[in-house]
């Protein structure tokens, strides 16, 4: 029969489709493939058949039971050579050094395997030891490529090596005593070295480079131009420059698209758009690319060049078949050019009566920068910072109209307090202080002064930088804050952060910690109930039905669990403007209820793989100072990194999660004063405020509910029932069970016999 290539061997194997490997029952103990009999060995192993004549033939053809093993982990080598298949050659290695310590190849390949350096010294001493040179020689060279392992390396073990890089009967590449010299900080005869080569690993040019012992000009000059990247990380102009000398020797790569990629990313948009509109027609690899096209029409849009309608309509048509990158590059054209459109509303525009962020299309386009992999392009920082700076402009001048506006009526005469409290406001964002002082000044000679007005002063000082001026206005809006009991997260902070920056000035400790419990609280108290918390006013609590459930339902009340109760790990996380410097508190609490009233995971995640319960409480609105409710947003955890320390750090500490989570859909009660929060059903105007106004309207028992447990839950609910006035609606209890009709969901169903 012709010869069958080992790849398709290999790969039979691997499928076990061992019809097609039947011909080697008769040539397996030949010896015109020096594979075969190790190839036979892992046939009968995974038919799981007697392979002891196998063993017996690999041992008589190597000569010793070590040399056999050895052979067949260097057959498994070639069969399972992925990266999480090696543990398998690593095993027979392992074996075969077991039964002989001093087996160079088995160490070496252990090492190839597994990475065990020891094992690649021992291997290096014995070949050294039986003169074993060119084997030394091949191995120093392999061991070259194999840069990943060298920070395992000892001291002791670099210098063994060097001795035998340097012994004139070992032959090996001159570049592998570069990295001897770099790890035993032989600097001199490294740089020396480095001098007469033509190319260096980036690693060793970088960690000189960040020494100040080479010049940037000198490290460019010793890269492969692939490795500019790793070495300049963020200077992408200098980088462009690197590949398009590369590209000016005359060698096929860097190819087209690559270079029209960093041209993009370095801002030479004039380069890109030269690179494609000259492209050959004979050029078919580039013919059938995406992506340059996709950077062609970025660049088009950065210089402001009309759009290409041709090659629009072309990438338009394949819009639902793209992936990877070319549906990343497509989402920033689009956005692109909606942050255009936005920009020419802007020019377009003498008067702003809105800031930009009610405006649909930029809406839009923060909705399109929640993409997790449009986060992670490299792009998606410049449409960004671009986005940033268009608001920052729109909403300068939306301040600056509104503060025209508000002018004219202030000399007019017409103002409102709430005028007045707009247009210090107003002043204060288009950084017009001595404006607002003066103002406002005026106003108090007349009006009597509130804490928002003492407030507003003591800003407009601060952005001054008079800090002390500023702090004396903050103090009388604290005082009158004290005296209204009418308490402001705001304020609260004003005064502490500009306290906390004047030498001269302390704030006693037991006011200190009265402030803070207040700024907590009031900042709790902005997110409250409103239409949109939740359907029709319900949530939905799942849970195991256990002793602290049972509790929480006799004794109506929700438990809120601390940061070491939660199932994720990364669930209020540590933040860097979180510390205990930072006037929020670290010591929140929550309970999680859902939207979801009938979710497969959330029955097995929370509620004892449906043998627990779901309870759907009704909410009136109303809740105790110091506890909050607020949905959950769900992002991309690229974009959570990159905000981490930015606005909004409650809203990130508190209420966001990773979009792993958002099958939850999620409402969250929390505050830092207590771990339980009883409710009631509010009756006015008899109300206990310590309390939040809810009651429970149902329980739902798992499709798997233990059936001992029935009777007790129908007890809860009657007792509940029973302390119910005859207006109040009562517990109904359901089942959970899988649909007839759709063996894939399951229905919930009234029960009445249970009630």
């Known amino acids: ?326 549906k990343v590059l497509y989402q920033a054209l689009r956005c692109k050019h909606k942050i255009e459109k936005l920009e020419r509303l802007f020019l377009e525009q003498t008067h702003f009566n809105e800031p930009i962020n009610i405006w649909g299309t930029y809406q839009e386009v923060k909705k399109v920068f929640d993409s997790p992999d449009l986060i992670k392009h490299q792009i998606y920082e410049h449409l960004n910072s671009e986005l940033k700076l268009l608001k920052t402009k729109w909403n300068d001048a939306y301040y600056t109209s509104q503060l025209a ?59 001054k930088k008079e800090l002390s001026h500023a702090f004396e206005y903050y103090e009388l809006a604290v005082k009158l804050m004290r005296s209204s009991k009418d308490y402001n997260h705001i304020i609260i902070g004003n005064y502490i952060n500009c306290a906390e920056r004047l030498p001269d000035v302390k704030i006693a400790e037991e006011e200190y910690n009265d402030l803070r419990r207040r700024y907590n609280a009031d900042l709790v108290n902005q997110f409250k109930w409103d239409t949109f918390t939740a359907k029709s006013g319900r949530l939905f609590k799942y849970s195991p039905f256990n002793i602290n459930s049972i509790d929480a339902l006799t004794n109506q009340y929700f438990y809120l669990a601390s940061k070491s109760q939660l199932n994720d790990p990364i669930e209020l996380p540590t933040l860097s403007k979180l510390d205990s410097s930072n006037l929020i508190d670290t010591n929140y609490r929550i309970c999680s209820l859902s939207n979801n009233n009938n979710s497969m995971l959330m029955w097995s995640h929370y509620a004892q793989e449906h043998q627990g319960i779901m309870v759907e409480y009704w909410f009136g609105g109303e809740f105790p100072c110091g506890v909050g409710i607020e949905q959950v947003s769900y992002t991309d955890e690229s974009k959570r990194n990159l905000e981490k320390d930015s606005y909004a750090v409650f809203n990130q500490y508190l209420l966001t999660k990773n979009n792993d989570w958002s099958y939850e859909d999620e409402v969250r009660i929390f505050t830092n004063v207590k771990e339980k929060i009883h409710f009631e059903n509010f009756d006015y105007p008899n109300t206990d405020r310590t309390k939040i106004n809810a009651r429970i309207c149902s329980i739902t028992l798992g499709c798997d509910f233990p059936d001992d447990k029935i009777k007790l839950i129908a007890n809860i609910a009657n007792t509940i029932n029973s302390n119910r006035e005859s207006y109040e609606p009562k517990v109904i209890l359901r089942e959970s069970f899988i649909s007839q009709d759709n063996c894939f969901v399951s229905v919930r169903r009234t029960t009445p016999c249970l009630a």
């Open 1 to 326: 029969m012709s010869k069958i290539d080992d790849k398709k061997i290999i790969n039979w194997i691997k499928n076990q489709e061992f019809s097609k490997l039947t011909f080697l029952d008769n040539c397996w103990q030949s010896d015109e493939n020096e594979w075969y009999l190790g190839f036979y060995y892992f046939i009968q192993y995974l038919k799981q058949e007697c392979f002891d004549d196998v063993i017996a033939e690999v041992t008589s053809r190597h000569g010793d039971e070590s040399s056999a093993y050895c052979y067949l982990g260097d057959t498994a080598n070639n069969i399972y050579n992925s990266f999480n298949e090696q543990h398998i050659p690593a095993c027979f290695y392992r074996h075969a050094i077991k039964l002989n310590p001093n087996n160079a190849h088995a160490h070496w390949g252990l090492f190839i395997t597994d990475h065990y350096t020891n094992s690649c010294i021992t291997s290096l001493k014995l070949d050294y030891e039986n003169n074993e040179f060119k084997h030394l020689g091949h191995r120093i060279d392999i061991l070259h490529n194999r840069r990943s392992s060298f920070s395992y390396f000892t001291l002791q073990d670099w210098q063994f090596i060097k001795s035998l890089i340097q012994d004139r009967n070992v032959t090996c590449r001159s570049d592998m005593l570069v990295f001897v010299y770099f790890y035993l900080d032989e600097v001199e005869d490294c740089l020396a070295l480095i001098e007469s080569m033509k190319a260096v690993s980036v690693e060793i040019i970088e960690a000189y480079f960040n020494r100040n012992l080479i010049s940037k000009e000198f490290a460019l000059s010793k890269l492969y131009y692939w490795e500019v990247d790793k070495l300049l990380s963020d200077d992408n102009k200098a980088i462009y420059q690197a590949y398009v000398k590369e590209s000016e020797q005359g060698n096929p790569n860097p190819s087209r698209q690559v270079l029209i990629q960093k041209a993009f990313q370095a801002g030479e948009y004039e380069d890109v758009v030269t690179y494609h509109e000259t492209a050959p027609t004979d050029d078919l690899h580039y013919r059938h690319d995406i992506n340059g096209r996709l950077y062609y029409l970025l660049a088009l849009s950065h210089l402001k060049q009309p759009v290409n309608k041709q090659i629009l309509e072309f990438i338009n048509a394949k819009a639902d078949t793209l992936h990877g990158e070319s």
């Open 405 to 463: 506006d508000l002018k004219v009526k202030l000399s007019n005469g017409d103002m409102s307090s709430d005028d007045f409290l707009r247009l210090y406001n107003c002043g204060i964002e288009c950084n017009e202080f001595d404006f607002v002082i003066e103002n406002v000044t005026k106003f108090h000679a007349s009006n009597k002064p509130t804490m928002s007005s003492y407030n507003c002063i003591g800003v407009c000082h601060e952005r």
